[in-house]
């Protein structure tokens, strides 16, 4: 089954603690992305990454890194989480040119 | 830079009535425009798109939109609605002419159709 998986789906965690959340996709595909819901603000890019070892900044990057050594994975790193970190992501990928993002079920993250 | 605008916080419907979910748009050059549906504590899930071509887009589950470049519009619409539609509704667009190859959401529409 064509998928993106996140993990873990939930997690509380304490300020300036360091965590990873996951993401693997199985479908090939080169663009992946990771967004964060925040209730009155939709989705908002995080990072992305065209293909394997080439990723840049969306709209919202600060505290966040990202790496992409392989195609499948777009792992999301918070080295010091603060409070204002607490929401939900989404890693989602797609194929090139206009294709639709294809989501993962999503990471609530709670930052005490 | 490229924005959409969602108005309507809820949309409250009547099951087996028309709905309609608004949603504008800005873009500098040709947009790419996407609706998805949020269901609870789940991802989001692809509907529709329309990059090209008619201006009436079918999707997934009985929903269409009309793209209106006059209005900048791409407002969602399902005949006949049914209680399993209630969910969040996202319009989402990029500027195919920008190169910026990020989406951009709106704030989601919460739509409930009651029985």
């Known amino acids: 089954e064509a998928q993106v998986t996140q993990n873990p789906r939930y997690l509380i965690t304490v300020t300036g603690k360091k965590l990873t959340v996951t993401c693997s996709q199985n479908?090939?595909?080169?663009?992946m992305s990771w967004y964060r819901q925040d209730p009155g603000l939709g989705l908002r890019q995080i990072y992305y990454s065209m293909n394997v070892e080439v990723t840049d900044k969306g709209d919202v990057p600060e505290g966040y890194k990202v790496s992409r050594k392989e195609k499948r994975n777009f792992p999301l790193i918070l080295e010091s989480p603060s409070p204002n970190q607490t929401s939900l992501y989404f890693c989602?990928?797609?194929?090139?040119?206009?294709?639709?993002?294809?989501f993962g079920e999503g990471s609530r993250l709670t930052v005490l | 830079a490229q924005s959409v605008a969602q108005p309507e916080d809820q949309v409250n419907v009547a099951e087996g009535n028309p709905l309609t979910v608004k949603c504008t748009y800005s873009v500098s050059g040709n947009p790419y425009l996407f609706w998805y549906v949020q269901y609870p504590n789940r991802g989001l899930q692809f509907l529709l798109k329309y990059i090209t071509g008619d201006n009436l887009v079918k999707g997934s589950y009985g929903f269409e939109a009309e793209f209106n470049k006059s209005q900048t519009s791409f407002h969602l619409k399902k005949p006949s609605a049914l209680v399993s539609d209630s969910a969040l509704y996202f319009c989402?667009?990029?500027?195919?002419?920008?190169?910026?190859?990020?989406?951009?959401f709106g704030s989601g529409t919460r739509l409930q159709v009651q029985p």
């Open positions: 479908m090939n595909h080169e663009y």
């Open positions: 989402a667009v990029r500027d195919m002419d920008m190169g910026r190859r990020a989406l951009t």
């Open positions: 989602a990928s797609r194929q090139p040119r206009g294709r639709e993002l294809f």
